[in-house]
């Protein structure tokens, strides 16, 4: 009979023991998550709010800007882009031609950038009539305002480290999120929501369901937009390039080229071919150039798809430079010789590395480009689960702070739970190191904090 009670109290004891390190490990996963939340709820609100409008930017486009963005159908032939150049800088009297956007389709608007001083203006022009339908300053135009504010762009170049500090504990949030969701015997709160708005645990359910219904989505669009990052998507173009799944060096051996990056030139170069050499045009004397026009035939008979930009040489080895930015499986680049219009360079989209392929997929579909109506739609929904993820998780904390303080869940007892899982988010951060260093300025002052409060109630 002793042995039975002895066997009962230990199997007793280890249960209790194993309920207390599951407790502990909660506690220190609930920490991490509120500490998440805390750092990047307000952007990833904003982030969703923005990225939202830009997924329907054609759709926008013809409606709202459908003044300058569309034109009547077609009675005659459309005219070359030299003259609607020529009508474009008519417009902006001192502004120099920089780039032309073919119309993307029969009733589509034709647009030229050019420079004036250091703004660049947009003219919107009838490819049929040469008529001038709006000017623009680019910094104004309503999109690029929103890819600012998207990017924080307007806060300065190093603002965008927040970006990728916030995507880095996205990631982590949804892990965090998804262990505290884990089912632990509890009626609701799983896929069901219990009670009222007017209780905590309504607010808390329904955070859940949503972060178990959107916690893929949140994770994919904080995986897709780090490449566009100040650091970590640098770094890993980088990487991409060196190993040989990113930019088709081979297409650029044997060339002259210059050290002006294709980014500089094209504002639809992509992620992958940003950062990519222009090459020079070797014909230079040989021939007086073949002009903006004989440059759109070459690429109509290379079978470019309409909607290109294309830039306009600058100085005598400039060249005449393509690139078709949407639809991710016939984006292209095509650099030509200003004065041959010899293709030196022409890239399509298989010639990339898988790696950079990869990516550019990720990217399209984070901008809702790659499926029609269906990706658009869920990448909205994504976008209106994390706000509404945001807003409950904001109302939560709302509920449950003590009056005057900040309502921090508090620490596990079990220090080697805190320390296994505060481990575990480290190594995180080592793959992400902004959101790394962000994370052990929070552990710093988490443990300050720890060390004030014993101290004063001591």
Same mark, same amino acid.
Request: hydrophobic letters at 50%.
């Given at each position: ?80 882009? $030299? ?119 309504? +607010? ?23 490449? +566009?990052?100040?650091? +970590? ?41 940003? $950062? ?16 903006? $026009? ?165």
């Amino acid at each position: 009979m002793s042995i039975s009670l002895q066997g009962s109290t230990r199997s007793f004891r280890a249960a209790a023991a194993a309920r207390t390190s599951r407790d502990a490990v909660y506690r220190a996963v609930w920490r991490w998550h509120f500490y998440a939340g805390l750092a990047c709820l307000p952007f990833l609100i904003s982030l969703s709010a923005t990225g939202a409008l830009y997924l329907f930017q054609p759709e926008i486009n013809a409606t709202a800007f459908a003044y300058r963005t569309r034109v009547a159908a077609p009675s005659t032939a459309p005219l070359g882009p $030299d003259r609607l150049i020529f009508n474009a800088a008519q417009a902006v009297p001192g502004g120099t031609p920089v780039a032309y956007t073919d119309p993307a389709d029969a009733t589509a608007s034709a647009m030229v950038t050019l420079a004036d001083g250091a703004r660049r203006i947009l003219v919107y022009l009838d490819p049929y009539t040469g008529s001038v339908l709006d000017r623009v300053d680019r910094d104004g135009e309503f999109f690029m305002v929103l890819r600012r504010l998207h990017s924080l762009a307007y806060f300065g170049p190093w603002a965008n480290a927040v970006i990728e500090i916030v995507a880095g504990f996205a990631i982590i949030l949804v892990a965090t999120g998804l262990y505290l969701w884990w089912p632990r015997g509890q009626d609701g709160g799983v896929v069901t929501i219990r009670g009222t708005p007017q209780r905590r645990v309504w +607010w808390r359910d329904l955070h859940a369901v949503t972060g178990l219904a959107a916690g893929g989505g949140l994770f994919f669009l904080a995986l897709t937009g780090l490449p +566009w990052s100040i650091w +970590w998507g640098d770094q890993f173009r980088a990487w991409t390039n060196a190993a040989g799944l990113g930019q088709p060096a081979a297409l650029w051996a044997g060339k002259p080229v210059s050290n002006v990056p294709l980014g500089e030139m094209l504002t639809t170069a992509g992620w992958t071919l940003q $950062d990519a050499p222009v090459p020079k045009s070797e014909g230079a004397g040989s021939a007086p150039g073949i002009g903006i $026009d004989g440059a759109a035939a070459i690429l109509a008979r290379l079978g470019m798809p309409r909607g290109y930009e294309l830039s306009l040489p600058v100085g005598p080895t400039g060249v005449f430079a393509a690139a078709y930015p949407r639809d991710v499986n016939r984006q292209r680049m095509i650099s030509l010789d200003q004065y041959t219009g010899k293709a030196l360079v022409d890239v399509h989209f298989a010639d990339i590395g898988p790696v950079a392929r990869a990516v550019q997929y990720g990217i399209g579909i984070h901008k809702g480009e790659h499926w029609g109506r269906v990706n658009q739609l869920a990448m909205l929904a994504f976008c209106l689960a994390t706000i509404l993820l945001a807003v409950t998780a904001g109302t939560m904390w709302w509920k449950r702070r003590p009056a005057g303080r900040l309502g921090v869940p508090p620490p596990p007892r079990d220090r080697r739970a805190a320390a296994t899982v505060t481990g575990i988010v480290l190594g995180l951060g080592v793959l992400f190191p902004l959101t790394g260093l962000a994370i052990l300025i929070m552990l710093g002052f988490d443990l300050a904090a720890g060390r004030t409060f014993r101290t004063r109630t001591a």
